[in-house]
């Protein structure tokens, strides 16, 4: 049996400019961390007193005998890529899905290191990143970008670079400790209890997509003052706070579904109770939204968002890792 703990991500500024149609002509960085929120894939060989040959548990359960007839696209797609027969696969989750945090990318990428180590092989942080890329975007065909699936796999406050060749280089953000314990501090994430499909905001989106150049090569410029801000102590931390005010108003132009009459109405909110910015996480559309608050504020703030779930959390470091791992022999069926 083999459990993998992989975590959600938070993305700062930059998004928009991991979508390959963006990048490989103008070049694309993303400034994001990962957070203590996680998904568990729990995968062993399933015994073979069943008549079918695989079970999977998710948000439903499938048994099958036939890798061909499993419904969930992912699923059906890692176990062809990789191989696998006669499994029981089991996800779960500390937050819901298709709430703007990257989850079916941690997903891919915690059952692609799952199936992995069932196979007794080793996976490396920038393989499952590769792997759960060609997953979702060649395989599954599901438009998106290319940060989730690498934040979940490397873990940690990074700075993800997506280059016009095609390839990526993830560099760690450089922050005294006790600046980064007030970064976290000073961020207040609610969720909105809006939920929808990224790919499908990604769609939506690409409508009118020429016109939203200038806006994502604007919103590409603010990672590099957005890294300023984070790696010089002597910067103001909240300077961070207004530009992520500015990137989210530069987001809110680059597509029809990123938000909505509800979610700018909750935005003002905060931002009138005190918030010095923030901005809805994810393609858009719903999920879950971070404010960065001035601890005099939060009372405020908090007071203001009471009709919404708080949810508290600290960053970490880690990036997708086998939790539990117990080897089992396993022999094919015979054909």
């Given at each position: 049996m083999i459990i993998t703990k992989t975590p959600f991500r938070m993305s700062f500024f930059g998004g928009g400019t991991d979508m390959e149609s963006f990048f490989r002509e103008f070049g694309g960085s993303v400034l994001s961390t990962t957070f203590d929120k996680y998904c568990y894939v729990n995968v062993r060989h399933l015994p073979r007193f069943f008549e079918y040959s695989t079970e999977l548990s998710y948000s439903k359960t499938e048994r099958v005998t036939n890798t061909d007839d499993i419904q969930h696209p992912a699923i059906r797609n890692a176990m062809k890529l990789l191989d696998m027969y006669e499994i029981r696969l089991t996800y779960e989750a500390d937050l819901p899905a298709r709430s703007g945090l990257g989850t079916s990318s941690s997903?891919?990428?915690?059952?692609?290191?799952?199936?992995?180590?069932?196979?007794?092989?080793?996976?490396?942080?920038?393989?499952?990143?590769?792997?759960?890329?060609?997953?979702?975007?060649?395989?599954?065909?599901?438009a998106g970008g290319w940060q989730d699936q690498i934040a979940a796999a490397f873990g940690g406050m990074n700075r993800i670079d997506f280059n016009k060749d095609g390839t990526y280089d993830v560099t760690p953000i450089i922050i005294h400790p006790d600046r980064k314990k007030q970064l976290n501090d000073n961020l207040l994430m609610f969720f909105t209890g809006f939920t929808r499909f990224s790919s499908d905001m990604q769609k939506a989106n690409q409508a009118g997509y020429d016109e939203k150049i200038n806006q994502l090569k604007q919103m590409y410029a603010l990672v590099d003052d957005a890294e300023a801000i984070l790696e010089d102590k002597h910067s103001d931390l909240d300077e961070f706070g207004r530009l992520l005010d500015k990137t989210w108003r530069l987001k809110r132009q680059t597509g029809g579904a990123i938000t909505t009459n509800s979610i700018?109405?909750?935005?003002?909110?905060?931002?009138?109770?005190?918030?010095?910015?923030?901005?809805?996480?994810?393609?858009?559309?719903?999920?879950?939204?971070?404010?960065?608050?001035?601890?005099?504020?939060?009372?405020?703030?908090?007071?203001?968002?009471?009709?919404?779930?708080?949810?508290?959390?600290?960053?970490?470091?880690?990036?997708?890792?086998?939790?539990?791992?117990?080897?089992?022999?396993?022999?094919?069926?015979?054909?």
């Open positions: 997903f891919a990428v915690g059952m692609l290191n799952a199936f992995y180590a069932l196979k007794g092989k080793y996976a490396d942080k920038k393989k499952l990143a590769d792997e759960a890329i060609y997953l979702e975007r060649e395989m599954c065909q599901e700018d109405s909750l935005y003002e909110k905060g931002i009138a109770a005190g918030a010095l910015g923030g901005k809805l996480l994810g393609a858009g559309g719903g999920g879950f939204i971070v404010f960065y608050v001035q601890p005099e504020k939060k009372e405020a703030v908090l007071n203001a968002m009471s009709d919404l779930m708080y949810v508290p959390f600290r960053f970490e470091e880690g990036g997708t890792r086998v939790i539990h791992y117990s080897p089992e022999t396993f022999d094919p069926k015979e054909e």
